[in-house]
T-cell receptor, first 116, second 113 residues
């Protein structure tokens, strides 16, 4: 069985602070895919990133960066210099398939509140 | 190109009634996925459909729930004889190919009273 744990239910930061959202996963598959999604107040889920289990390189996209560590089964997400527009619920997800909506197992999400 | 459209956004049903949730995928997308988000929980996969075919329904409850994606028109998730435990947000996603990026709709919030 697959499981994703996001231990941080809610995080509150002041604008311009850096913030890291934790994600720990469990799977018996040797090939798997990890995802992060953002859910803004409008409700839809916005795809942020997909990594496969064979690619442990960290990735940076603007103010966003992801740290994939297979040894600790973690796929953490860092927002540098946070902004108010980053306020949302962030979900980490796991799938045995590459499709970004295929049989995803989601964590319970971390609500990020960025204030001025 | 409009995004994935789900309607209604909010739906209230009395126990025992039927709920019909509609999902119009993005133009050119023939793959549709339904997920359910119960309060305080993450989203859970329900079903994956291609036009006129159910590909994977391993996450669908065995009774009262059904889904279709006809050749013409939106995908429909149908819940018969709703119970309070069906109250949740139901999300739909679509993609042009199974392995390509999928886009989620804004969800339908079902409340059973």
């Amino acid at each position: 069985a697959q499981k994703v744990t996001q231990a941080q239910t809610e995080i509150s930061v002041v604008e311009k602070e850096d913030v890291t959202l934790d994600c720990v996963y469990e799977t018996r598959d040797t090939t798997y895919y990890l995802f992060w999604y953002k859910q803004p107040p409008s409700g839809e889920l916005v795809f942020l990133i997909r990594r496969n289990s064979f690619d442990e390189q960290n990735e940076i996209s603007g103010r966003y960066s992801w740290n994939f560590q297979k040894s600790t089964s973690s796929f953490n997400f860092t927002i540098t210099a946070s902004q108010v527009v980053d306020s949302a619920v962030y979900f980490c997800a796991l799938s045995p398939e590459a499709g970004t909506a295929s049989k995803l197992t989601f964590g319970t999400g971390t609500r990020l509140q960025v204030t001025l | 190109n409009a995004g994935v459209m789900q309607n209604p956004r909010h739906l209230v049903r009395r126990r025992g009634q039927e709920a019909r949730l509609r999902c119009s995928p993005m133009k050119g997308h023939s793959h549709v996925y339904w997920y359910r988000q119960l309060p305080e929980e993450g989203l859970k996969f329900m079903v994956y459909l291609q036009k006129e075919n159910i590909i994977d329904e391993s996450g669908m409850p065995k009774e009262r729930f059904s889904a279709e994606f006809p050749k013409e028109g939106p995908s429909i998730l149908r819940i018969q004889q709703v119970v309070r435990g069906d109250s949740a947000a139901y999300f739909c996603a679509s993609s042009p190919l199974k392995w390509s990026e999928a886009f989620f709709g804004q969800g339908t919030r079902l409340t059973v009273v």
